[in-house]
T-cell receptor, first 116, second 114 residues
Framework: AQSVTQLGSHVSVSEGALVLLRCNYS??????LFWYVQYPNQGLQLLLK????ATLVKGINGFEAEFKKSETSFHLTKPSAHMSDAAEYFC??????????????WGLGTSLAVNP | ETGVTQSPTHLIKTRGQQVTLRCSSQSGHNTVSWYQQALGQGPQFIFQ???????GRGNFPPRFSGLQFPNYSSELNVNALELDDSALYLC?????????????FGSGTRLTVV
């Protein structure tokens, strides 16, 4: 069964500093991997996704993530944090397409705080 | 293209009551999933509908049920509400023709059971 582990429930960085949010997954099949962001009292917005193409994936708002099969990781990075990046970030894994029965398995989330 | 819209945005119900939450899928999306997100937690998969039939279910009791309509909008129904049902309920749509593109989420319905 698939699972997702996000290391660090809270991460705090200074504005302009590197953002690194960690995600490790467990999957018996080649996974699809996703990062979503959630702002307070809002739904989930897709940041980026890995679907077995390029291992370095670029997303919105300057975020990117690298799929490393040997490490079963899909860490999210951004070179320079902005105050508006403060939010909850979720990593998720899904089965590859098997008919239409697919669901997302979620990590517990990492709360990112950006300090001025 | 339109996004996913959910209604209502907030709802307060009494324990034991029944509730219906609604979701309008993104145009062209024929698959809808519902998730429950408790405060401070990640989303938990409730079930998924494809072409009006349930084709996947998480670890939720039968009092959680759903419908998907021909226009691909959907409903989540919860009977005999319990205090622990208080959560943000998220609807997500996708298309079987857009494999791997991920789900589009609505902003959710915040349900409070008192």
């Amino acid at each position: 069964a698939q699972s997702v582990t996000q290391l660090g429930s809270h991460v705090s960085v200074s504005e302009g500093a590197l953002v690194l949010l960690r995600c490790n997954y467990s999957s018996s099949v080649p996974p699809y991997l996703f990062w979503y962001v959630q702002y307070p009292n809002q739904g989930l917005q897709l940041l980026l996704k890995y679907t077995s193409a390029a291992t370095l994936v670029k997303g919105i708002n300057g975020f990117e993530a690298e799929f490393k099969k040997s490490e079963t990781s899909f860490h999210l990075t951004k070179p320079s944090a902005h105050m508006s990046d403060a939010a909850e970030y979720f990593c998720a894994v899904s089965d590859q397409w098997a008919g239409n029965n697919r669901k997302l398995i979620w990590g517990l989330g990492t709360s990112l705080a950006v300090n001025p | 293209e339109t996004g996913v819209t959910q209604s209502p945005t907030h709802l307060i119900k009494t324990r034991g009551q029944q509730v219906t939450l609604r979701c309008s899928s993104q145009s062209g999306h024929n698959t809808v999933s519902w998730y429950q997100q408790a405060l401070g937690q990640g989303p938990q998969f409730i079930f998924q509908y494809y072409r009006e039939e349930e084709n996947g279910r998480g670890n939720f009791p039968p009092r959680f049920s759903g419908l998907q309509f021909p226009n691909y909008s959907s409903e989540l129904n919860v009977n005999a509400l319990e205090l622990d049902d208080s959560a943000l309920y998220l609807c997500a749509s996708s298309s079987d023709r857009d494999r791997g593109r991920g789900y589009t989420f609505g902003s959710g319905t915040r349900l409070t059971v008192v």
